[in-house]
């Protein structure tokens, strides 16, 4: 009997969560503001927010080539992703505008339905942190922290809430260290910069100005774990300096969010599955595992494979790769290990 109620409970937990397996918001976009003329209705606004909503999320989530391939989808299509909206309206001091704020819940499973008829991966960053250090070079003098207008202006422009970019301080070691590199900056080892933070993401960004203002931009980057170089030219034309030098801070952190982004795609048309035991006991049962799972985005079902009073064999259908699932796990107080050639996962 006692097997029986066991059996039963299991099939509840998991026919209960099936249909919407994580409550994650990575689909969700939140602070949508518009305004609202006397003229339009609220219908046509919640259109607005939709559109401006979507655009936003494949902005967040997708590489810029894949952008492109959305660029004809017809609102129509766009509308049928969507799961939920919600209004709220702002308070406008100076009482002129009405404005609304809008926060938009897009469909999981349409959205990944959407991407891989169309062929496209997508990024879920979990470390938004990058410690870059940008370098001027002008006229064979080389300006670190004085003088450099990027380093004094780096986080004035193009403001988004998808890469924290961090500066160091200016002191002494970082300097020096420079300097014993700088007839060949190139070489210079990206870890011995941020000598605190050596796992995390890093990047030097060196940027040459020749006679006629154009830059050179050369970005190299350790993002987990791995070696990333790119190069970027950029001509000066008609735009006055400062407008330019704007111009070359927007440019190298689009291609710097791009490539995290890269480093952090997930690939619909190719799932993964992970055999692991859960332990019964006081502290580690399945409705607690099941509801800290249930957040992670990453994570498409669980199986239940085998189980009596004492484990449950489970299997994980999960997309990306298997480290990152582990560090979601980890920020769940999820442990997963592997021993004896057994996974074994608890909760913590």
């Known amino acids: 009997m006692k097997l029986y109620k066991q059996i039963l409970f299991i099939l509840v937990v998991f026919f209960k969560t099936e249909t919407l397996f994580s409550e994650n918001n990575l689909f969700s976009v939140n602070n949508i503001e518009l305004e609202k003329k006397d003229k339009i ?4 606004l919640a259109d607005q927010a939709i559109k401006k909503g979507f655009n936003q ?10 952008i492109e391939k959305l660029s004809n989808l ?3 299509s766009i509308k049928q992703l969507v799961t939920y909206y919600q ?3 702002i308070s406008n001091e100076d009482k002129k505008r009405e404005l609304v704020n809008f926060s938009v819940t897009f469909d999981k499973n349409k959205i990944h339905n959407l991407f891989y008829k169309k062929g496209i991966t997508y990024s879920e960053i979990l470390d938004r942190e990058l410690y870059i250090l940008p370098i001027l070079i002008q006229n064979n003098e080389i300006y670190i922290f004085n003088n450099n207008f990027f380093y004094e202006n780096w986080n004035k422009f193009y403001k988004n809430d998808l890469i924290e970019f961090i500066l160091p301080l200016e002191n002494i070691e970082i300097i020096e260290n420079i300097n014993n590199y700088r007839a060949n900056l190139i070489n210079l080892n990206v870890s011995s910069l941020f000598q605190e933070y050596t796992k995390k993401n890093l990047t030097l960004v060196l940027i040459k100005n020749d006679k006629l203002g154009n830059a050179k931009i050369y970005i190299k980057s350790i993002i987990q774990d791995k070696n990333i170089s790119k190069n970027l030219d950029l001509k000066k034309k008609d735009l006055s300096t400062d407008k330019f030098n704007e111009l070359v801070i927007i440019e190298t952190k689009k291609e710097m969010i791009n490539l995290i982004k890269a480093k952090n795609v997930i690939d619909i048309r190719t799932p993964f599955f992970l055999n692991v035991k859960l332990n019964l006991d006081k502290t580690n049962n399945l409705v607690k595992l099941n509801s800290r799972i249930k957040k992670i985005d990453s994570i498409e079902k669980l199986y239940v494979q085998e189980f009596n009073k004492d484990y449950i064999n489970l299997r994980i259908k999960y997309l990306g790769n298997l480290q990152k699932i582990i560090n979601q796990l980890k920020k769940e107080n999820i442990d997963l290990k592997l021993i004896n050639d057994q996974w074994v996962i608890k909760t913590l």
């Open 41 to 44: 209705t609220n219908n046509r």
């Open 87 to 89: 209004i709220t309206n």
């Open 57 to 66: 999320l494949i902005a967040r989530i997708l590489l810029k080539e894949d």
């Open 74 to 76: 017809k609102f129509s």
